[in-house]
Nanobody
Framework: QVQLVESGGVLVQRGGPPRLSCAAS????????MGWYRQRPVKGRESVAF???????NYVESVKVRFTISRDSDKNTVFLQLNSLKPEDTAVYYC???????????WGQGTQVTVSS
């Protein structure tokens, strides 16, 4: 059974920087891309960062340079390093994977990051 468990959410003063972790299990981690999403207050869920099975990364424009996504195949874990945090980064952060045939999308339970100005 696919499981994604996020951790690392914090209440931070402006600047951070926390590192979010997502421990994955129940699927072959090394062959699937992974993503981080966030849901901000009164906003829809948005894609933040993406990392392919080969380590290629992509970011939403608002977090480029400030956030870094990475993965550790030995630990079956994907990370999101958050730097230079702003109050508008306050959100619940979720990791995400789509596995199987047909593809099914799985989400973690989310971890809260709160940035005070």
């Amino acid at each position: 059974q696919v499981q994604l468990v996020e951790s690392g959410g914090v209440l931070v003063q402006r600047g951070g920087p926390p590192r979010l972790s997502c421990a994955a299990s129940g699927f072959i981690f090394i062959i699937y891309p992974m993503g981080w999403y966030r849901q901000r207050p009164v906003k829809g869920r948005e894609s933040v960062a993406f990392i392919s099975e080969h380590g290629h990364t992509n970011y939403v424009e608002s977090v480029k340079v400030r956030f870094t996504i990475s993965r550790d195949s030995d630990k079956n874990t994907v990370f999101l390093q958050l730097n230079s945090l702003k109050p508008e980064d306050t959100a619940v952060y979720y990791c995400n994977v789509a596995v199987g045939m047909p593809l099914r999308v799985y989400w973690g339970q989310g971890t809260q990051v709160t940035v005070s100005s």
